[in-house]
């Protein structure tokens, strides 16, 4: 399962870096960091991922790749990466990449709002995380694919099953009976977490902030500030002092 999620992250994310529209222009601001305690150990985040390609324009490199000239010499570069994407089993050349890991790719390249994940916690030697990938409008084609991916016979993908909790739909990746990672919809995003815990709490608030969220915290407004606040794209925080205090207690 491992290989085939990596394969679809590496995918996924040179789609996104790639020039492209706007993406929808109202989408519901999801921010993981509201829905975390504020002693989680650290925070990855692409920000107002539909609006990527725009912004990227706008950047002197981007002007530079939109030349006419540059495109005419970078066109014949993008068919041969395609057709070692995207190639013909009966063909030799090509990566042998599942269709479901591109079709999962092209999903996650549709993505809207906000693309996160924290490490909220370690207990017992293991990592307590948190996701939240952020559709906007297109999450339906998102859950739709989702059931397909489970229903979906193969063995190049990983199991996964459902589990209905309170009149609510929850997806379990790997052995169901010890699920590797929990999943369920909310608004117009998927949260994800290894704690299952964690997800219901947050389903049944109805995503509504935590008291003492990670948003709230002074050291994370001031490395968000620095960051260029709303107008950044990529996000990186870890709560140093936390984490001090974690690697100081697993050596007693």
């Known amino acids: ?31 993981l960091e509201t829905l975390v305690a504020g002693k989680s150990l650290g925070l990855v985040s692409v920000e107002n991922v539909g609006t990527l390609g725009t912004r990227f324009r706008a950047t002197a490199l981007g002007r530079m790749l939109d030349d006419p000239e540059m495109k005419a010499f970078l066109g014949p570069l993008k068919e041969d990466l395609n057709k070692l994407l995207l190639h013909d089993k009966q063909s030799k050349g090509g990566l042998p990449i599942p269709p479901l890991v591109l079709e999962l790719a092209g999903k996650l390249a549709g993505l809207e709002g906000q693309a996160a994940v924290a490490l909220v916690d370690v207990a017992d030697d293991r990592p307590l995380i948190a996701a939240c990938l952020d559709f906007g409008a297109k999450l339906s084609e998102f859950v739709e694919f989702i059931g397909r991916l489970k229903d979906d016979p193969s063995d190049d993908k990983p199991p996964i ?22 999943a369920t919809a909310m608004g117009t995003a998927i949260l994800l977490s290894t704690d299952h815990a964690w997800l219901v709490k947050t389903a049944n608030g109805g995503l509504t902030a935590v008291d003492g969220a990670l948003s709230t915290e002074p050291a994370f407004q001031r490395v968000r500030a620095a960051s260029g606040g709303d107008a950044l794209a990529l996000s990186l925080y870890a709560n140093v002092p936390q984490i001090l205090t974690k690697v100081s207690m697993g050596e007693r």
Request: glycine share 10%.
């Open 1 to 31: 399962m491992r290989r085939f999620v990596l394969a679809a992250f590496v995918l996924s994310a040179a789609t996104m870096l790639l020039p492209k529209g706007s993406g929808a222009a109202d989408v519901a601001p999801i921010r």
């Open 161 to 182: 099953s459902t589990r209905e909790d309170g009149g609510r739909t929850y997806w379990l990746l790997g052995n169901p009976e010890h699920p590797a990672m929990f």
